[in-house]
Every structure is written in structure tokens, then in C-alpha cells.
């Protein structure tokens, strides 16, 4: 077979299709997204995005026990999201294979938290198989199909970001199982978890259970490398490659199944060496559950391990007091690059008037947290997917306003008020809340890469991966005025993001309505979806004033006399700075 350098992603679709995968769903989250992106360009294999994690494991979850092989992706703070159904499938079985990829991001490179989703395969008492390369990713998931359905019960696949991103030799066959769907028969015992079957069911799980922890002990991807009596290390994933780096004389158990562990094997391997140590990154999962079969760890002699973050091999080396190879030094001169809205991000001026307005600003997941950094400082508050209307209706009943002298404003993206803010709005409308709301409809799930979702009704088959022509998706796209008028609130309106003036006075209007619920749906394309440039502006006559840099914009600059200037090479003339400008010094005349 020959060999490909695939990412781990990419190697987990082609090990589901190669497995007879007939349906791929999940909600598109870094680092899990390419996933569903490469595997909806093979044949014979359906794949959408849903609205949210728990509605994608549903759809794959009813998709098994009608009888097709189903893959469900998402990232860990999905797993989250999913959880509800999540506990509730390991109780009902699966009949087709059923896996769940969950994909951590130690050192939260692009997530709002740092958590261990292999905690939730213990919870529910699901297989778990985590990958130290793409050439495992490719066969774990191959493999879990058919765990699934010999123990029938989901699996899950556990990826961190290192292995989802980085591209390892792989030699796919290249040849898709004949997965037939298997037959589907009414079981309500089974599959209705009222509390008499779920009590039943319970018991049916601690049956299974007892068989993977006997699967365990024989299970291929856990290995045994011998290197050495003096030092044994237990460790799995992308910490595997680091160990091998900084410890190259230390023997390993490599584990690939994570849950139920080895216990006999385990205790054996640490038998077998004068020191034993677990070593991970981000959390104590293995350590707690090692430790609890009785194997006696050490700790690193010369200093801990991080707690939290990414490992890396100078880590582990400087706990085990070798030192670091010679190597140059990181360069100290670069320039900084701060994160930064996009030259004509049409969320630039909605942040730049919620500033003006002095508001209090109830935040959410998207590109639009960025409107917490310089020069805006308004964005207050991010802690979910949805969490801003619900915060925002908190404030309200705790008395902010009133007490601070400042208007509480909750801000949420179109993709992100589809995933979990309508119910949240609907809890505010239920309950007789006031307030601003603002949804910036940018057109598309920009964060994770321009994906499509129900309010552009972009879907994932569209041009081969979700991001096709806004004016002829395939799906049907929510139409948020009407939703909104529909749940209740009286005071909707559109407003084009990039008319600074509409975005002010929309504002002001809306946090004026006291005793009213407003809802501003803010509306202008992303840039990454829409590249088409304008006129370039020019600067005469500038008073160095600085009110255009207020806007943030990465194409404005300062000359050394404090005057303005324009970078033509970002500048795609979206005509913010010439709004901005008081003194029309700014114009494409």
C-alpha cells in the first residue's frame, strides 16, 4: 500500500469510510472540523453539520439503530453539549457502529477551556481509543466501528490538537468494507429509557463493562516497549512522541485504549521497572485511575510536571532534570501581531458604537470575542455557546443597569445563536426580560473556517465542503427577523453592520426602549466569504486626531507626525474609516 501524509483528521475520515461509514455529522469546532470536510467529498457517505453537538449525536445515534455505520465529531467543549444523549446511548446500545470523535486542545489554542474528554468515556462507560500519530488515528477508527458493534455501544475516539493538525505517514487500503445495514427491529425495551428499561439497561452496561475490562488486557493498540529496568513510563496520544524524545532510554506502555484501562498489565509493567511514572498533559486522568488499580507511581526527581498546557519534550526533560539539547534561540525582535477583526470585518463597527455607548457587554463564542481586546474593550463577559442572552437576562434580574448607570447589551453570532441562543432568547422572551440584543449575522460560521450553518442554509454538501454561493445554498435558511417575531419580541430590526450611522442609531434607539426586549440583527458578510474590494480611500489634510484608529482597522496607521495613513495592501474599501473620520479628511474622492 502506498503511503500518505495525512493529518489526523484526514486519516479518521478515510478510516470511517474505508469502514463502511454511511453517515457523518457534528458541529464544526477547532480542532475537529477538517474531519467532516474530508470525508464529505467520498462516495457513498452522507455528512451535515447540525445545529449543535446534542442534535449531532442524535442524528448519528438514530442513524445506528436504524442499521448504517455512523460517525458524530465535535470538539471537547461539545462533548459538553452532548453529554445528555451521550449518557444516555451507553445505556441503549447502538446496533450499527456508532463512534463519537472528541477532540481536545490542551493549551487552549482556540477554545475557551481546557478539559479532558476521556473523563466522559469513563462517566459513561464507553470505550475509548486515543491515537499518538495519524497512523493510529486511520486504524483506531477503522477498528472502533467493529468494537462498537461487537460490544454495542458507542465509541468514542479521542484526538488532541497536535495529532488532529500535524500529518504523519499513512498507508490507507483504499478499499471500503461492505458495511450492509444491519436490520432494524423494534426493541422498546432497549431503546426507550423510560426508568423500568433504564434500570434494566443499567444492568446490561455492568455486563459489558465486565467484557471490556477483559478486552483490555488482549487489546492491540496498547503496547508494551521495552528499553530498560531502571525507568518505566505509562502515557498515551500525542504525549507518547514526546516521551520518546525526552526519555529515548525509558521503557513505555503505550496506551491506546484508555478506558477501561489494563489493569493486570499495567501492574505487570510496573513490576517490571525500578521507577514508574505516568506522564500527560492537562489533566490527571491516567494518574487518578492508575493509582486506583493499586500500581505505585513515582514522581519526576527533579521538579513537577505542568498541570495545565500542551507538554512538549524540553517539559518533561526539565522535570526529569536532563537538560535541553542546544538549539537557537527563539528570535526577540519580531514585532507584535495582536488578534485583530479583519481589514472590513463587519463586526469592527457594532464594537466601536457598543464602546461609545459605555455598555456592558454579555459576550459569546466567535470571532466577535475579539471585541474584548484593544482599542474596544467591549466585550465583558464569554463563557458558552448561548451564554450571552442568558447573562445578559441575569444582569437585568440582578439590577446592573440600574446600579452601574450602564446599559446591558448581549451580543451572539448567527451560527451561535442556531446553536444554543434561541432557546436562551426564549428564556428571556418566557420570562418577560428586557434588554438589547444583538445578533451579528456575518453570513457564516466565520471562526472555524467560513462553514455553512441554518441561518445561511450553506450545508455541508454544498461545493464539496459547506461553503458555497450564499445565493444558491441547498439547504433552507432560518429567517432570524421572523423567528424572533414569532418567539414574541415586538422591536426587530436589520441593520447593515457597515453604515456606521444605522448601527449607532439602532443602538441608541434600542437601549432607549426601557421596559421593551429589542433584537438588532446585525447583517453584512465576512470578509472571508465576501473578498470583493472597493475604491481605496485617501487621507488629505489629516488633523491627527486618532478618532480613525479607534475603529481598530490592521490597514490604518500612524506616520511619524501622528497623521493617518492607509496600508494598500490590507485596505479592501469598505469605507469604515471614511464613516469614522469627523473631519472627512478620509474620502474616495
Not at 505509562?234 to 503505550?254: M, N, W
Not at 457587554?361 to 466585550?379: F, H, K, N, S
Not at 462553514?451 to 465542503?465: A, E
Not at 464613516?579 to 474616495?588: A, R
Request: a negative charge; one cysteine or more; glycine letters at 10%.
Amino acid at each position: 500500500m502506498d503511503k500518505h501524509l495525512m493529518s489526523g483528521n484526514e486519516a479518521i475520515a478515510q478510516g470511517a469510510w474505508e469502514a463502511g461509514c454511511a453517515v457523518g455529522v457534528g458541529y464544526p469546532g477547532t480542532p475537529s472540523t477538517e474531519t467532516l470536510e474530508v470525508l464529505v467529498r467520498k462516495e457513498s457517505v452522507y455528512c451535515e453539520w447540525a445545529p449543535n453537538e446534542k442534535v449531532a449525536l442524535e442524528v448519528g445515534l438514530g442513524a445506528a439503530i436504524g442499521g448504517v455505520r455512523s460517525l458524530v465529531t465535535m470538539k471537547h467543549v461539545g462533548v459538553n453539549v452532548a453529554a445528555d444523549p451521550l449518557m444516555s446511548a451507553c445505556n441503549t446500545g447502538v446496533n450499527a457502529g456508532l463512534v463519537l470523535l472528541a477532540a481536545d486542545d490542551p493549551s487552549c489554542y482556540s477554545s475557551q477551556n481546557e478539559q479532558d474528554s476521556r473523563f466522559y468515556a469513563a462517566f459513561a462507560r464507553i470505550p475509548c481509543l486515543s491515537a499518538a500519530d495519524s497512523a493510529e488515528a486511520y486504524g483506531m477508527c477503522r477498528e472502533a466501528f467493529e468494537l462498537s458493534e461487537r460490544f454495542d455501544t458507542p465509541v468514542m475516539l479521542h484526538e488532541t490538537m497536535r495529532i488532529a493538525h500535524t500529518r504523519t505517514l499513512v498507508s490507507p487500503s483504499e478499499e471500503r468494507a461492505d458495511a450492509e445495514p444491519r436490520a432494524y427491529e423494534d426493541n422498546i425495551g432497549k431503546y426507550v429509557m423510560m426508568p423500568a428499561n433504564a434500570v434494566r439497561r443499567r444492568a446490561a452496561v455492568d455486563e459489558r463493562t465486565a467484557e471490556l475490562e477483559k478486552y483490555a488486557e488482549t487489546c492491540g493498540w496498547n503496547r508494551v516497549e521495552r528499553r530498560g529496568e531502571k525507568v518505566g513510563v505509562i502515557c498515551s496520544g500525542a504525549v507518547y512522541q514526546h516521551v520518546r524524545e525526552a526519555l529515548p532510554d525509558a521503557s513505555t506502555f503505550k496506551l491506546g485504549l484508555v478506558w477501561p484501562l489494563p489493569a493486570a498489565a499495567l501492574a505487570d509493567f510496573a513490576a517490571s521497572v525500578e521507577r514508574c511514572y505516568v506522564i500527560e498533559e492537562a489533566s490527571d486522568y491516567l494518574t487518578m485511575r492508575v493509582r486506583a488499580l493499586g500500581v505505585a507511581l513515582a514522581e519526576p526527581p527533579a521538579a513537577p510536571l505542568p498541570v495545565a498546557g500542551e507538554l512538549t519534550p524540553a517539559k518533561i526533560r526539565a522535570a526529569f532534570g536532563l537538560a535541553e539539547p542546544a538549539h537557537l534561540d527563539a528570535a526577540t525582535d519580531l514585532p507584535p501581531r495582536p488578534p485583530a477583526f479583519c481589514p472590513g470585518c463587519p463586526h469592527r463597527l457594532v464594537f466601536t458604537e457598543l464602546r461609545r455607548c459605555k455598555a456592558i457587554v454579555t459576550g459569546d463564542i466567535g470571532c466577535y470575542t475579539l471585541g474584548a481586546v484593544a482599542p474596544y474593550g467591549a466585550c465583558h463577559t464569554v463563557i458558552d455557546m448561548g451564554a450571552s442572552l442568558s447573562m445578559a437576562h441575569g444582569m437585568e434580574l440582578a439590577g446592573t443597569p440600574g446600579r452601574t448607570g450602564r446599559p446591558v447589551v448581549g451580543v451572539i453570532g448567527d451560527s451561535t445563536f442556531a446553536h444554543s441562543g434561541i432557546t436562551s432568547l426564549l428564556g428571556t422572551i418566557y420570562n418577560g426580560g428586557t434588554g438589547t440584543l444583538c445578533i451579528l449575522d456575518n453570513r457564516t460560521t466565520a471562526m472555524t473556517g467560513t462553514q455553512g450553518n441554518p441561518v445561511n442554509g450553506v450545508t455541508l454538501t454544498d461545493s464539496g465542503h459547506g461553503v458555497g454561493p450564499l445565493d444558491s445554498p441547498t439547504g433552507k435558511a432560518l429567517d432570524l427577523l421572523a423567528l424572533c417575531r414569532a418567539m414574541g419580541v415586538e422591536d426587530v430590526r436589520e441593520v447593515d453592520a457597515q453604515d456606521l450611522m444605522a448601527v449607532r442609531g439602532a443602538l441608541k434607539e434600542a437601549i432607549a426602549n426601557e421596559g421593551q426586549l429589542s433584537v438588532i440583527v446585525f447583517k453584512a458578510p465576512c470578509r472571508l466569504i465576501d473578498r470583493s474590494r472597493g475604491k481605496l480611500p485617501t487621507i488629505r489634510d489629516c488633523r491627527a486626531c486618532g478618532q480613525c484608529m479607534k475603529i481598530g482597522c490592521p490597514a490604518l496607521g500612524r506616520a511619524k507626525d501622528g497623521t493617518a495613513t492607509i496600508d494598500p495592501t490590507q485596505c479592501i474599501g469598505c469605507d469604515q474609516c471614511v464613516q469614522s473620520c469627523p473631519f472627512h479628511c478620509i474620502s474616495k474622492e
